[in-house]
Structure formats: structure tokens, C-alpha cells
């Protein structure tokens, strides 16, 4: 049991102090650029973190395709129960995507591939890669009550997703130089998003706690749930069983509090069930690694 826990704590530690980083630096050191990284990660570092896992990752490509079904299968299964619940709620449905998408990049990264490896971190970017996909396409149209399919088509995540899944089918070789920088730019992406999460959660402030604690509460037992029945109905085991289940429990992503501000939705629910999941993962997070490490 010592061992465990001290496993556990190797995986969390990392995550957590960068994330202390982040919120030390906003109350005592300059303006953190947060529109600039999130820039930089998004069009830059990500896309070049995603073309490196799925290019070089030894996981069969037929298994990151079968995770990749999976993830969709469980947006489409979480979006509908949550959904329905906020109907029966009488809330604004569309606030079903703050539900659903969860802090899959700056926490589910780093707590797979620390919890699981370079395996790990492979089936965590097709998750992440899938989410985003439907997070910026399906998910925006939601949130603003109009679709807009071209800033999808445009964007650098799904070009290097496309590139990457091409170069492994095709069994390439890109020049070594490609691979080199793609690797040294993904580099910075789990270390500066862990930063950015603790700016970012360090400058939201949490109203009507009671509703924000009972809701964040609904939404981790769902996610639960639906994670674990998920993987069970889709067959998924070991790895592959451990990061579906962790990236869809992870707390809820801090992009939802920009974009429900972008598109006029209630901000400081979203921000406050932010706060909350992120103080709640403290406690469920080891839990939940624990028994998916044992298992």
C-alpha cells in the first residue's frame, strides 16, 4: 500500500506544483500572457506535440483508432445524459459541453504519461485530439447557436492529427530535422499548460458555491460512470481501460470558461464548477489511480 501511494504521489506531484507555479506567479510576478500561450500552444506546440506522439508512437495504429471510436462514442453517450439532466434541471442545455470536456490537456496529459508512459500518453493525445476536434467544431457551435465549420478546416490541430495519422499508415520516414523540432516544440506543451492552469484558476472566483459544489459533484459521478461503462461496452482493457476512464473524469477544462464568456453563457457557473472539480480532483483523483493501478 505504501508503495501505491507513493506511486500515486510521483504521478500527482509534478502536475500539482507547476500548476503552484502558475498560481504563485499570478499574485506576485508580471502579467502571465495567457492569450499568447494559449496561441502559441494551440497553433504551434500542440499540433506539433500531436504529429510527434502519433507518428512515432508504437501503440498499433488499429488500437489509436479504436480509442479514438471510443472517445467519440463516449462524447456522444455524456453530451445526452447530460443533456437530459439539465432539461429535467430546467437549465440552459448548452451548458452540457462544460460537462462533458474536461481539463484533457493541461491535467489528462501529464497524469497519463506519468501514470502510464509513452503508451499512456499516446491513447491521452487521441482522446485529447478527438475532444478537441468535436470541442471546436461541435462544442462552439453549441455554446453560440451557430456553426462554424471553417475555422475546424483551418485549424493546425487537425492538420497535424491528419499528417500524423498519414505518416504512420504510410509506414514514412519524415527527415530526421521534421522530427526533431516537432519533438522539441511538443515539449513545452504539458509543463507551460500546467502553469497556465494554475494562472488561469488563480483569477476565477466561484459564486453560489452550494449549486456549484452539488453540480461539480453530478458531473464527476457521471463522468465516473461513463467512463467505466464505456470502456467496458467498447472492450478496452489495461492502458488503453485507464486513460479513457482518467481523461473523462479529469476536472472540467478551463476552455469552457472562455468560451462561455465568448458566447454570452453563464461564466461564473462554469467558472465556479472549474474551481471546484480542479479542489475536488485532490481528493478523487489518487482514488480513482489507485484502484485503476491495482486493477
Same mark, same amino acid.
Given at each position: 500500500?505504501?508503495?501505491?501511494?507513493?506511486?500515486?504521489?510521483?504521478?500527482?506531484?509534478?502536475?500539482?506544483?507547476?500548476?503552484?507555479?502558475?498560481?504563485?506567479?499570478?499574485?506576485?510576478?508580471?502579467?502571465?500572457?495567457?492569450?499568447?500561450?494559449?496561441?502559441?500552444?494551440?497553433?504551434?506546440?500542440?499540433?506539433?506535440?500531436?504529429?510527434?506522439?502519433? =507518428?512515432?508512437?508504437?501503440?498499433?495504429?488499429?488500437?489509436?483508432?479504436? +480509442?479514438? !471510436?471510443?472517445?467519440?462514442?463516449?462524447?456522444?453517450?455524456?453530451?445526452?445524459?447530460? @443533456?437530459?439532466?439539465?432539461?429535467?434541471?430546467?437549465?440552459?442545455?448548452?451548458?452540457?459541453?462544460?460537462?462533458?470536456?474536461?481539463?484533457?490537456?493541461?491535467?489528462?496529459?501529464?497524469?497519463?504519461?506519468?501514470?502510464?508512459?509513452?503508451?499512456?500518453?499516446?491513447?491521452?493525445?487521441?482522446?485529447?485530439?478527438?475532444?478537441?476536434?468535436?470541442?471546436?467544431?461541435?462544442?462552439?457551435?453549441?455554446?453560440?447557436?451557430?456553426?462554424?465549420?471553417?475555422?475546424? @478546416?483551418?485549424?493546425?490541430?487537425?492538420?497535424?492529427?491528419?499528417?500524423?495519422?498519414?505518416?504512420?499508415?504510410?509506414?514514412?520516414?519524415?527527415?530526421?530535422?521534421? +522530427?526533431?523540432?516537432?519533438?522539441?516544440?511538443?515539449?513545452?506543451?504539458?509543463?507551460?499548460? !500546467?502553469?497556465?492552469?494554475?494562472?488561469?484558476?488563480?483569477?476565477?472566483?466561484?459564486?453560489?458555491?452550494?449549486?456549484?459544489? !452539488?453540480? =461539480?459533484?453530478?458531473?464527476?459521478?457521471?463522468?465516473?460512470?461513463?467512463?467505466?461503462? @464505456?470502456?467496458?461496452? +467498447?472492450?478496452?482493457?489495461? @492502458?488503453?481501460?485507464?486513460?479513457?476512464?482518467?481523461?473523462?473524469?479529469?476536472?472540467?477544462?478551463?476552455?469552457?470558461?472562455?468560451?462561455?464568456?465568448?458566447?454570452?453563457?453563464?461564466? =461564473?457557473?462554469?467558472?465556479?464548477?472549474?474551481?471546484?472539480?480542479?479542489?475536488?480532483?485532490?481528493?478523487?483523483?489518487?482514488?480513482?489511480?489507485?484502484?485503476?493501478?491495482?486493477?
Amino acid at each position: 500500500m505504501n508503495e501505491l501511494i507513493a506511486q500515486i504521489a510521483n504521478i500527482l506531484a509534478p502536475s500539482m506544483l507547476l500548476a503552484v507555479v502558475g498560481l504563485v506567479w499570478f499574485h506576485r510576478g508580471p502579467v502571465f500572457p495567457v492569450d499568447f500561450v494559449t496561441t502559441l500552444v494551440l497553433n504551434v506546440a500542440m499540433p506539433a506535440l500531436l504529429f510527434h506522439t502519433l =507518428s512515432t508512437s508504437v501503440v498499433p495504429i488499429g488500437d489509436l483508432w479504436h +480509442m479514438a !471510436l471510443s472517445t467519440l462514442v463516449l462524447h456522444v453517450v455524456f453530451t445526452g445524459i447530460a @443533456v437530459s439532466v439539465l432539461i429535467v434541471a430546467g437549465k440552459d442545455w448548452r451548458m452540457c459541453i462544460a460537462h462533458v470536456v474536461g481539463n484533457t490537456g493541461n491535467l489528462g496529459l501529464p497524469v497519463c504519461f506519468l501514470a502510464f508512459g509513452e503508451e499512456g500518453l499516446a491513447y491521452a493525445m487521441t482522446f485529447f485530439a478527438v475532444q478537441c476536434i468535436l470541442l471546436f467544431s461541435l462544442g462552439d457551435a453549441i455554446y453560440a447557436g451557430t456553426a462554424n465549420l471553417g475555422r475546424l @478546416v483551418r485549424s493546425p490541430i487537425l492538420h497535424a492529427i491528419a499528417l500524423g495519422v498519414l505518416v504512420r499508415v504510410m509506414d514514412w520516414q519524415p527527415p530526421e530535422l521534421v +522530427m526533431q523540432s516537432a519533438q522539441l516544440l511538443g515539449q513545452i506543451v504539458i509543463p507551460i499548460m !500546467l502553469i497556465t492552469l494554475g494562472v488561469s484558476l488563480a483569477g476565477m472566483r466561484a459564486s453560489a458555491l452550494p449549486t456549484t459544489m !452539488l453540480w =461539480s459533484l453530478i458531473r464527476t459521478v457521471l463522468a465516473v460512470f461513463i467512463g467505466v461503462t @464505456v470502456a467496458a461496452v +467498447m472492450g478496452l482493457e489495461g @492502458v488503453a481501460r485507464g486513460v479513457l476512464i482518467i481523461e473523462t473524469v479529469v476536472p472540467v477544462a478551463v476552455f469552457n470558461y472562455l468560451l462561455a464568456v465568448k458566447h454570452g453563457r453563464d461564466s =461564473s457557473e462554469v467558472s465556479g464548477m472549474i474551481l471546484v472539480t480542479h479542489v475536488g480532483a485532490i481528493v478523487y483523483l489518487p482514488i480513482l489511480l489507485g484502484f485503476l493501478l491495482r486493477s
